[in-house]
């Protein structure tokens, strides 16, 4: 039979597909967005691990398509930010250039994959017609109060040379480049996510996300319910509000520690003290803020000055310690070291006393050699709260501190506002104006995009000014409000500025008058289904989130969530698990596999290769086995064309266990085991075909069900089968519950050779199967040990028992 060409075959359906699209928008469908997270355009082009997503992608959209949906499955690219000004930089090019390049390459790579990408949708972050309503966006959320300016110590990433959100601080290091991120105090524009703290942590409810993701969104909203209390400075007319979640403890609370930013830090030192407190002050600014994580030693200082504990009237003493973060709760502690695992450490590192106020089941311990820090237990040693319950009491403090006028029930969240300025060129310009007379004044929306300057010397300059500070032209300008000189602010977006909509923008790409039209974004959005790695699961996905409900507040679309359904794929590794990069040299390119064995058989091993979820080792020799099952199939099919036999009733068995089994592990998500069993299948039928004969109709659907994973071959061989138009024309298939049952017969089963009960069993079943069954019927009626299993098959079990 004619041998398989994949060049030749890809190539066919190429430009079949682009003459006539397999993915047609008729009005009526149901529609169906199927979103890739779309890349950076780096240097280093695309190799064998962007892929995974990609296909996984493909697939899923392929196969809603066969079901009946017109597929929204666009693609773009996110140009702007540090990895391409990064590059730019270490290579020397022109930002603006280099990512154009970049593009032009990758979008040759991902066209290979033969996804059904609607290139009409692309958009590009860096895009003027693009970033104008980047821009618009934080214009509207000035004018709402939700970008707003301020001067504070933020993270500097010393070598990026500019500051960072929170979100792109990962164990005290740069997200980007891994440098250790100091304290910088800088004139910032932040958004005010924390406004939607609540809305972000309740709505995770609605989405279908892996658990693993909204855990991570949770934590990092971390919100916590407690109780702020006022202890009274003693000797003076000061207090100190601590915030505390276990306010159940108060009675142990034996110390207080302040972070050294601490407003009142300085001004408790006493004469004796005021040089060692300073000294602790100042070198707790020249730490880093990995440093401060990591310290395993605990550090401090004690003030000089004392508190008094409000329920007790103790007087205890005020320490410093820069285990106190100063930007959470109040920057302020009580201390109570019986019950917490740092507070018990700094207490015996400096001999402070230790006072157990919750016993477990009772008991008190004698000398306590870690805290104690479950809320389970009986109070102890606090007065008139001795003997309640303390996990009752944690939830009822609050409200009890409230009435006694000491403190109040409040809740905090460790998620802070989104600092927004970055000290860079490549981004968008934030379009405000500052005037003296008028403060900072929105650029009118008329006048955007405010576009970015072309500039000769785009490097960062350090000094906390972004490159375009130096371009005089450019800067100065009249105030829109009151027409006096003013200035442009020089700080541009953060790289996660686009990617927070622009899943928006792609069902209206080339709308002038609005970012999307509500028509459109009604009948088009939210995004059914998202597929990326798990890298974004606070950065990117959080910030869309915010935005999407923002947009939603102010009427641009009608809905407060963006992706209904997330799905993370693994990585792809090297050798031994070692991530793919170009500097350990492990990179695999697809361009050479694609050229050697085909985009098909790619496609089919960047599935085999492992379950998608989980990061997979690639194994060169891997491929081989997919192609060879593609070609063992390629000549099933065309070596039984002209000598079809009927379906008997075991082919339309087995042509309905196929649709469930590939159906099912599809459905799940299972997609390694799709592949294998299209591999088992495949064997199954070709020994079948060689006893029997195989029938049309089993083959055809085989080749529908392999079509969205393998399209290109696919295709070929539904024509081979006598069909004039497409494969993804076609509906997919529907299993048979009746048609996939094996045949049954009566088993009586024996033991000692006398019949005990009469079971039903499938004519195929396994000696094992057969025996397990048996015994399980048999329950409670054999007594004595098994010594021989008999199994004739189709007529009888025999267990032998002695006693
Ligand atoms: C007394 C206490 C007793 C505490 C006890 C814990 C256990 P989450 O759940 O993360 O909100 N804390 C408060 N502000 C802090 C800050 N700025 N830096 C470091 N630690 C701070 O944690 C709240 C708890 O962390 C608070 O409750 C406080 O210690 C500490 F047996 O107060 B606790
Ligand atoms: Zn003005």
């Not at 075959?9 to 699209?21: L, Q, S, T």
Request: hydrophobic share 35%; proline share 5%; with cysteine.
């Amino acid at each position: 039979a004619e041998p398989y060409n994949h060049i030749a075959i890809e190539e066919k359906w190429r430009k079949k597909w682009e003459e006539n699209p397999i993915n047609v928008n008729d009005g009526k469908k149901p529609k169906y967005y199927c979103l890739d997270m779309f890349p950076y355009p780096s240097g280093n082009g695309l190799h064998v691990g962007h892929w995974r997503g990609y296909v996984i992608s493909d697939i899923w959209s392929r196969y809603k398509i066969l079901n009946g949906n017109y597929v929204v499955h666009p693609m773009g690219w996110d140009a702007f930010g540090l990895p391409a000004e990064n590059y730019a930089i270490k290579m020397g090019v022109h930002p603006a250039k280099s990512t154009a390049d970049n593009i032009s390459n990758i979008k040759r790579q991902i066209k290979q994959i033969a996804a059904v990408y609607d290139w009409d949708m692309e958009v590009n972050t860096t895009d003027p017609d693009f970033y104008k309503w980047t821009q618009w966006i934080f214009v509207q959320m000035f004018k709402k109060g939700l970008a707003y300016e301020k001067e504070m110590p933020i993270n500097w990433c010393p070598s990026c040379k500019t500051g960072l959100a929170n979100e792109e601080v990962v164990d005290g290091k740069c997200e980007r480049c891994g440098a250790d991120v100091t304290k910088k105090n800088l004139r910032q524009w932040m958004l005010k996510i924390t406004e939607y703290a609540d809305r972000l942590l309740a709505d995770l409810d609605k989405l279908d996300w892996p658990e693993k993701v909204k855990k991570m969104q949770t934590d990092w909203i971390g919100k916590s319910h407690g109780a702020e209390i006022d202890f009274k400075v003693d000797n003076s007319d000061k207090a100190i509000t601590v915030y505390t979640t276990r306010p159940d403890t108060l009675f142990g609370a034996t110390f207080m520690v302040l972070a050294p930013e601490h407003a009142l830090a300085k001004e408790l030192a006493t004469d004796e003290t005021r040089k060692e407190v300073e000294d602790y002050i100042y070198k707790t600014s020249l730490k880093s803020s990995v440093d401060r994580l990591q310290d395993k030693e605990k550090t401090g200082v004690f003030t000089g000055s004392y508190a008094i504990n409000p329920l007790n009237n103790k007087k205890v003493p005020i320490w410093l310690s820069d285990y106190v973060l100063a930007d959470y709760g109040t920057g302020a502690i009580m201390c109570v070291p019986a019950h917490d695992d740092r507070d018990f450490e700094f207490a015996k590192k400096f001999d402070i006393p230790i006072v157990q106020v919750i016993a477990p089941e009772g008991k008190e311990f004698e000398n306590m050699t870690e805290a104690y820090t479950k809320p389970e237990g009986l109070m102890i040693n606090s007065g008139e709260w001795n003997n309640m319950e303390s996990s009752k009491l944690k939830k009822e403090a609050p409200l009890m501190i409230e009435k006694m006028g000491i403190g109040k029930a409040t809740t905090n969240y460790k998620l802070r506002d989104w600092v927004f300025s970055r000290q860079r060129y490549w981004g968008e310009p934030i379009p405000i104006i500052h005037c003296e007379k008028c403060g900072a004044v929105p650029v009118p929306e008329e006048d955007l995009p405010l576009l970015l300057p072309d500039v000769e010397s785009y490097q960062p300059t350090g000094t906390g000014e972004s490159p375009l500070a130096g371009i005089d032209s450019w800067v100065n300008t009249t105030c829109p409000c009151c027409g006096g000189p003013a200035k442009r602010e020089t700080n541009t977006m953060p790289q996660w500025a686009g990617s927070s909509w622009y899943f928006l923008r792609y069902i209206d790409a080339h709308n002038k008058d609005e970012l999307v039209s509500r028509e459109k974004a009604d009948k088009y959005l939210p995004v059914d289904m998202y597929i990326g790695g798990v890298e974004h699961a606070v950065l990117h996905l959080l910030y869309a989130r915010f935005y999407t409900k923002f947009l939603n507040d102010i009427g641009v679309v009608d809905f407060d969530e963006p992706f209904k359904k997330l799905f993370n794929q693994g990585m792809i590794t090297g050798k031994n698990g070692i991530k793919m990069s170009k500097s350990k040299g492990n990179v695999i390119s697809p361009d050479d596999l694609v050229n050697e064995y085909g985009c098909d058989s790619l496609r089919l091993y960047e599935l085999f290769v492992g379950p998608p979820e989980l990061d997979s080792e690639w194994d060169d020799r891997g491929i081989d086995g997919v192609y060879r099952f593609i070609t063992k199939f390629w000549n099933l099919v065309n070596s039984n064309l002209d000598k079809f036999v009927s379906p008997t009733k075991e082919l339309v068995k087995i042509r309905h266990k196929l649709i469930y089994d590939i159906t099912t592990r599809l459905e799940s998500f299972s997609l390694n085991t799709v592949i294998s069993g299209f591999m088992e299948y495949n064997n199954k039928l070709n020994s079948m075909a060689k006893e029997g004969g195989i029938d049309k109709e089993t083959l055809e659907t085989f080749v529908l069900l392999l079509s969205p994973f393998a399209p290109h071959l696919s295709e070929e061989l539904w024509e081979k089968l006598g069909h004039d138009s497409s494969v993804f024309n076609c509906t997919w298939p529907k299993y048979n519950e009746e048609s996939m049952k094996d045949d049954e017969k009566d088993i009586p089963v024996q033991v000692n050779g006398k019949t005990k009960i009469v079971i039903k069993l499938s004519v195929d079943i396994s000696k094992e199967d057969a025996l397990a069954a048996g015994k399980e019927a048999l329950q409670g009626k054999l007594d004595g040990n098994i010594v021989k299993e008999i199994y004739v098959p189709g007529k009888i079990i025999n267990f032998v028992v002695k006693k």
